[in-house]
Structure formats: structure tokens, C-alpha cells
């Protein structure tokens, strides 16, 4: 029986793109090759590499912006030292929100480039919360934040007004919400929380902000030999980029972003509204900056954990446990889990309340 995945990454991709990855597997269109096999100068894959690229252009509402997309290797965390590789001048400065995990990894990395200011953490509070109040210094070359806190279930609702390039780790909620994109000057993501299977990364930067920082940039890590190349300056992740496309179809299909955010909405409300009214179970994350992508929550006694979580695994439930540094619960809700999984966990939180 197909589970009902709550996994935080890689995880649940839409059944049909699942579906259609199979049959490319076997049969990539008609070809008489699969797509593990065939060549990424060949016109068929050139052409899932071209869609892909414009689809999340269009998808974002930034087409005619300015913007190119890549789909590189290494995950997020090559981001990581890509973005100030690529736009910390020498001796310049970089600033950065510190947010959990992820946010902290990231400034870990630009250190190797230069001065790295941390505009504020909320560490000291187990970064429950997603700090409000901060300056950012005019004479950055960038601001860096994360949109979505995988690990700790919070979430940016609002984005500061910036002078400098807006660069953001969209890997966990892409997709998922209305933003005003154009405000980002470089977007990344990893392919396995929202878009598609681990090993392609989604980068969408805005060419403008290239080419300044006075560095010799390795061509690998080069983001404008990725984009002169268009995204085949070497052999791409063929096959998560082709999984990515149908995903990204199936997203349009759907309705496109605004459908998704009305969808992630309502089942965001359905747990965390039971979360809230189950005396057996508390949040973890400032209800404010409460994530719509990964609820993090706790059982108040942890006498009850072995029956939750007996009853969980019972209901056809995978993934549910939340990450170390945590404890408890962490659901994620990405955009192909379907209301019905929610109302699933719902049920049985409602079902050990009763017997309790
Ligand atoms: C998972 C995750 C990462 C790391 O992604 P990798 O592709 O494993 O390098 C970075 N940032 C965020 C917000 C994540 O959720």
C-alpha cells in the first residue's frame, strides 16, 4: 500500500510524475532509449532542459525579468559557496539571517570569501522563531535568507526591503506560495523537498548582479558558464531534471502557483488547527512564523509516545519523526501531499486523544 509521506526530503513527488518516470525509464518518449540512457546533447533532452528552464520562469512570473535558470549539481548546500563565490566582492561584505540549520551552513561557507555579518539569529531560542527587527548594512553586496526552515517548521511571511541583491534558499517551500519573485536576485533550491528526486538544484538569478566581484570564479562554480551554456556546461542531472519538468507540469496543470498556495493552505490549517485544540500535543514554532511546508510539534508527555507512534505506522504513515535537533514531530506537507494524508494524521491524533 502506497504510504502516506510525510518525509521532509527527499520526498513526495506528485503519482503521476512518479508514474510518467517509470515509463521514461523504460521508454523515454518513444525513443526506443531510456532516459538513464540517452545522450544530454541528444534533441530530445534538449528539449526537456529548455522547457524545464522556461517553465520555472513562467511558473515564478518572471519571464522578460532578466532572470536565466539553472539546474546544477550539488545540492543546496553547493549554493552554499556559489552565491558568494559569485557575488562577494574581494574585500567586500556579506550579510545573512540566521534562521537554523541550513541558514547557518550557508554563513559558515561565505566566511571562506570574506566578512560575513549575521544581521540576527534566533539561536539562542532554538531558532523558533524567525527574527523581525534587524539592519542591514548598505555597503553588503548581498542579503542572504531562508525562506522556509526545513528543521525547525518556520517561515519567512515577509521579506525586508533591500538595497542589495536579495539572494534566498527557497529549497523547502518553492513553489508553494504566492511571492513576489522579481524582489529575489538569486533564488536556489534543491530539487528534493518541493520540485523533484535528490541531485538536480534549481538556480534562477537575476544576470545583472554577475559579473562584479573582482574574483577568478572556477568555471564549475561559475554561474555565468552555466548560464552562457544554458545550463549544459557539463553533463546535467539528466533524469532529476526530467523528473523535475513533470512535476513542474503537473504543478501548471494544477492551476500553477496561486492553486497550490489555496491547497497548502487548507491543509495547513487542518493540522495545525488540531494541533492546537489536541490538549495531547503542543507546536514548537512561534505561531507566526509557523511553516505551511513542515509542522514541527511535540506530545506534552512523551508516556504516549510508543502509542502514537504504533498508531501512525498503523494508519500507513512514513516520515513523521522530527529532525534530532528537534525532537517530536515534523510533518511535511509539500505540494503533492494530498489533503487526504493530512486528514489521516489528523484522525489519528484525534483517535489516541480518545483513548487516552
Ligand atoms: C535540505 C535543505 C538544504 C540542503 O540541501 P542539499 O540539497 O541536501 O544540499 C538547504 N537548505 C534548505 C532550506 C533545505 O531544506
Redesign the pocket.
Known amino acids: 500500500m502506497k504510504k502516506h509521506n510525510y518525509s521532509a ?1 527527499p520526498c513526495i513527488l506528485p503519482q503521476e510524475v512518479f508514474e510518467k518516470s517509470a515509463q521514461a525509464i523504460l521508454d523515454f518518449n518513444n525513443s526506443g532509449l531510456s532516459i538513464l540512457e540517452i545522450s544530454h546533447r541528444s534533441k530530445d533532452f534538449v528539449a526537456v532542459m529548455d522547457e524545464a528552464r522556461a517553465l520555472v520562469l513562467e511558473l515564478l512570473g518572471l519571464e522578460g525579468k532578466g532572470y536565466e535558470v539553472l539546474f546544477l549539481g550539488g ?3 553547493m549554493q552554499f559557496l556559489m552565491a558568494p563565490y559569485n557575488l562577494m566582492k574581494v574585500n567586500g561584505k556579506a550579510a545573512y539571517l540566521d534562521t537554523g540549520t ?1 541558514a547557518s551552513g550557508a554563513i559558515k561557507e561565505a566566511k571562506h570569501f570574506g566578512e560575513t555579518v549575521v544581521v540576527a539569529s534566533s539561536k539562542s531560542e532554538n531558532y523558533n522563531h524567525i527574527p523581525k527587527s534587524y539592519i542591514i548594512p548598505a555597503d553588503a553586496d548581498y542579503f542572504h535568507c ?1 525562506s ?1 526552515n ?1 528543521i525547525f517548521g518556520t517561515q519567512m511571511k515577509s521579506f525586508p526591503e533591500v538595497n542589495v541583491p536579495l539572494v534566498c ?1 527557497m ?2 517551500d518553492i513553489f508553494s506560495r504566492v511571492l513576489d519573485f522579481s524582489k529575489f536576485d538569486l533564488i536556489y533550491a ?1 530539487a ?2 518541493n520540485m523533484g528526486p535528490a541531485g538536480a ?1 534549481l538556480v534562477v538569478v537575476k544576470t545583472e548582479i554577475l559579473g562584479k566581484t573582482g574574483r577568478t570564479i572556477p568555471s564549475i562554480l561559475d554561474y555565468q558558464q552555466h548560464v552562457s551554456k544554458e545550463s549544459m556546461y557539463n553533463t546535467p542531472p539528466v533524469f532529476p531534471v526530467y523528473a523535475s519538468l513533470l512535476t513542474l507540469q503537473w504543478l501548471k496543470k494544477l492551476g500553477g502557483i496561486s492553486a497550490i498556495e489555496k491547497i497548502n493552505e487548507t491543509k495547513a490549517n487542518l493540522l495545525y488547527t488540531e494541533i492546537d485544540r489536541n490538549p495531547l500535543f503542543k507546536g514548537t514554532a512561534a505561531k507566526e512564523d509557523r511553516s505551511n511546508m513542515n509542522a514541527t510539534f511535540l506530545l506534552n508527555d512523551k508516556v504516549h509516545q510508543e502509542k502514537f507512534d504504533a498508531m501512525w505506522k498503523a494508519a500507513g504513515i512514513s516520515g513523521l519523526a522530527g529532525h534530532r535537533s528537534v525532537g517530536g514531530y515534523r510533518a511535511s506537507m509539500y505540494n503533492a501531499m494530498p489533503i487526504e494524508s493530512v486528514q489521516v494524521l489528523v484522525d489519528v491524533m484525534q483517535q489516541l486523544e480518545s483513548k487516552i
Request: glycine content about 20%; charged content about 15%.
Open positions: 526530503g545540492g543546496a548546500s541550513w531562508t522556509n526545513t534558499d529549497s523547502s534543491g528534493q523537498k538544484t
